[in-house]
């Protein structure tokens, strides 16, 4: 089946800080991934589409200042949320879909907590 | 702008019953996945249903894609407490293949 890795699972940091969440497919190639957050109780919002070798495209109101997004290769994206603050404590979500085909596959999300 | 509308939000059974979740939309999706949701972790992939008039059974689960292609239906018999979790409907849009998700149905299986 196809696998999706994201890491770290829980992270807790201070206000200020910046921290980095890695998104990888493990057994197949995806040139195309997605990051969304979601809300306790709350559907995925869709933040940015990251595509393999160019600019990440943010979605209306995501400020990509603030959320910086690479995906330097086929297997990995990073999403790093530069000088943190409370309200960006979310369950950040990467999604990664296998090259030709339209299914997305997920990680298992990452708690981030700003203190 | 396509969206999807889901309903019901919140869901709370008893441990037997049977209940539907609804998707609709006025827009024609090309295929339609439903996802399954644990607090704390990512969305699990249940099925993806293509075919206007579809139908998918997973065990006690039976998915129908409406014949438009606009509108799906996930059904559960005599639900167990195992079934809780967040449901999530989402269509593959018409915008470089994103997907777009409904607001998700909270279900609580009670013993």
């Known amino acids: 089946g196809a696998v999706v890795s994201q890491h770290p699972s829980r992270v807790i940091c201070k206000s200020g800080t910046s921290v980095k969440i890695e998104c990888r497919s493990l057994?197949?190639?995806?040139?195309?991934m997605f990051w969304y957050r979601q809300f306790p109780k709350k559907s995925l919002m869709l933040m940015a589409t990251s595509n393999e070798g160019s600019k990440a495209t943010y979605e209306q109101g995501v400020e990509k200042d603030k959320f910086l997004i690479n995906h330097a290769s086929l297997t990995l994206s990073t999403l790093t949320v530069t000088s943190a603050h409370p309200e960006d404590s979310s369950f950040y979500i990467c999604?990664?879909?296998?090259?030709?085909?339209?299914?997305?596959?997920f990680g298992a999300g990452t708690r981030l907590s700003v203190l | 702008t396509q969206l999807l509308e889901q309903s019901p939000q919140f869901l709370s059974i008893q441990e037997g019953e049977n209940l539907t979740v609804y998707c609709n939309s006025s827009?024609?999706?090309?295929?339609l996945q439903w996802y399954r949701q644990e607090p704390g972790e990512g969305p699990v992939l249940l099925v993806t249903v293509v075919t206007g008039g579809e139908v998918k059974k997973l065990k006690r689960l039976t998915f129908q894609f409406g014949d438009a292609r606009k509108d799906s239906s996930l059904h559960i018999t005599a639900a167990q407490p195992g079934d809780t979790g967040l449901y999530l409907c989402a269509g593959v849009g018409n915008q470089g293949g994103k997907l777009i998700f409904g607001q998700g149905t909270e279900l609580s299986v009670k013993p």
């Open positions: 999604s990664a879909r296998r090259q030709g085909a339209n299914i997305q596959y």
């Open positions: 827009s024609v999706f090309s295929s």
């Open positions: 057994d197949f190639q995806a040139t195309t």
